[in-house]
């Protein structure tokens, strides 16, 4: 698993497949949405079936702008 943070708001679970499944299949993704607003909380979750992938997709995501923003993308401890 790997954990994906500075999100813009608009970005949804899908987003995140299209996103991640150049680095290997991704087995789910999960962007966490604010009950109260249902805007997203700007982090989320991407699972790949092998460390592998997880490692090319922190590698070549971490500090990618996306939408004026800079991904934070690490492996989840």
Avoid: C, H
Avoid at 8 to 24: E, K, R, S, T
């Amino acid at each position: 698993n790997i954990f994906v943070y500075n999100l813009p708001p608009d970005v949804g679970d899908w987003d995140l497949v299209q996103l991640f499944m150049a680095f290997g299949p991704v087995l789910s993704t999960r962007v966490y949405i604010d009950k109260a607003t249902g805007r997203s909380k700007g982090f989320g979750f991407v699972s790949y079936d092998n460390a592998e992938s997880a490692a090319a997709a922190v590698a070549a995501m971490n500090n990618m702008d996306l939408a004026g923003r800079k991904l934070k993308v690490q492996v989840k401890k």
